[in-house]
């Protein structure tokens, strides 16, 4: 098993940043990729960037040039630095994680207010 729990979230203004936070623990030796998901009301959850152990990185177009995904294997954290944050980025962002099977945070509310 492996467990993510992601402090952080938050309101931010339109043109603002925000760093999302996730730390993994359980078998975490077992974990490949990571990455961040989000859903907005009345959507399907959607991916918005994952990045394997050995750091290569995938974003969704929407976010290209605005997010930065990143991770830290020794500490088994993974981040998603978010600049120039539109209304649309609204959203509960829900970290992810890989093994033989996908494992979920329990999701973290980004709100930015137009």
């Known amino acids: 098993q492996v467990q993510l729990v992601e402090p952080g979230g938050g309101s931010v203004p339109a043109g603002g940043s925000l760093r999302l936070s996730c730390v993994a623990s359980?078998?975490?030796?077992?974990?490949?990729?990571m990455g961040w998901y989000r859903q907005a009301p009345g959507k399907q959850r959607e991916l918005v960037a994952t990045?394997?152990?050995?750091?290569?990185?995938n974003y969704a177009d929407s976010v290209k040039g605005r997010f930065t995904v990143s991770r830290d294997n020794a500490k088994n954290w993974v981040y998603l630095q978010m600049n120039s944050l539109k209304p649309e980025d609204t959203a509960v962002y829900y970290c992810n994680a890989r093994t033989s099977r996908p494992y979920w945070g329990q999701g973290t509310q980004v709100t930015v207010s137009s």
């Open positions: 359980g078998i975490i030796f077992r974990i490949n990729d």
């Open positions: 990045i394997t152990r050995g750091g290569s990185t």
